[in-house]
């Protein structure tokens, strides 16, 4: 990542290097969807990837400056990673399995009430992932580890226990139509929306 000094007219530049995930970093996770595994053979989707910048709030000493989640997903499979550019963080990588059921495209992430919250749509199911936002974190002492070090977002990353943060498509786990592409929002009062395309030409809300 390079990125121009400050003051600068662009003529000068300092390089971050982010350091590569190792295998034995990962948390992994398995969210079973009610899909067979017959779901993941016959639907093919494309694998996406994607960004997000904290709101920086403009001081200093904001624990979201230079701070950014980004996303990959493939097949079944969506992992997340938080950065900083000025601290070390611990427990920044989490990989979540949506068992069988592969992942449309686009995942997002938002910012709402204290919280941090990723919106994952599958060709059975929505789910809403909840996480602490670091501005929380950042008032909890235990989370800070030193000026230098700090806990993720995703250093307690665990499965969903609250039935309202998923819901089911197809609960029979048959799939009738294929979902090609789907988007999401949160709403002010926390409830996600999701719209997703199908290969019928029907657009499906939740």
Known sequence: VKMAAPGSKGG???EVTVSTASASRWK???ICTGAS???LQDIKVAESCGGYAYRDIGTSASCMRNRFIYWRTYQDVLELVEESLDLTLS????RYRFQDTPILPKVTVHESHGHVIVLVATVASVHRLVFPHPSQLNRQQQFV???QNASSIFYDASLPDEPKNQFLLTPGGSINCHLLVGTSC???DD???FVLAANTGAVLIV
Request: with cysteine.
């Open 12 to 14: 000068m530049f300092r």
């Open 191 to 193: 409830h996600a929306l």
């Open 91 to 94: 427990g920044n990588l989490v």
């Open 186 to 188: 949160i709403c002010s």
């Open 145 to 147: 580890l030193s000026e």
């Open 28 to 30: 992994s996770i398995t």
């Open 37 to 39: 595994a017959s779901t």
